[in-house]
């Protein structure tokens, strides 16, 4: 499963009502938002750059690479997960509308990703995780930063 396995511990967030979750292996911090310089031309899921003590990292949107609604001006409380990729060291910063709570994984709960799914969802899942009031989407990081970082600019 891409540095998930049965025994993970998963770091859960909210993008636009939806839970997701996270190997916390894949991830080095969650931090408020950050000054963001524009990146001009670049994929419409680029936010731009921040740089954060030192680091310049892409700052990337959850919402626009899975072509949900943007956030509104009054939703500036959103999360950035800083995420280290695996080949290369390099940090992407993740914006997600929330962050919830560390939980152990269940391989009892665990699911293939349904086909009921858009394909965006699909693209970016691993799969899905069952829980007493909510379902959670298992992200493959890799796939989202493949997916955020294609995109042809728009604007």
């Known amino acids: 499963m891409n540095r ?24 080095s911090e969650v931090v408020t938002p950050q000054r963001r310089t524009p990146m001009p031309l670049a994929p419409v899921s680029v936010n731009g750059l921040i740089n954060l003590r030192g680091k310049i990292l892409t700052e990337l949107d959850m919402r626009t690479t899975l072509s949900l609604k943007p956030r509104g001006p009054e939703d500036q409380n959103f999360r950035t997960i800083i995420l280290e990729t695996e080949e290369e060291g390099d940090y992407y910063g993740l914006t997600v509308d ?17 086909d009921s799914l858009s394909e965006h969802w699909r693209c970016i899942s691993h799969g899905v995780l069952k829980q007493d009031k909510r379902i959670l989407v298992l992200v493959d990081v890799e796939k989202v930063l493949t997916l955020s970082l294609s995109e042809v600019a728009t604007a």
């Open 98 to 114: 929330s962050v919830g709570e560390v939980i152990n994984m269940d391989p009892e709960a665990f699911e293939k990703t349904p």
């Open 4 to 27: 998930v396995s049965k025994q993970s511990r998963l770091l859960t967030f909210c993008v636009d009502q939806q839970w997701l979750c996270l190997s916390v292996d894949q991830l």
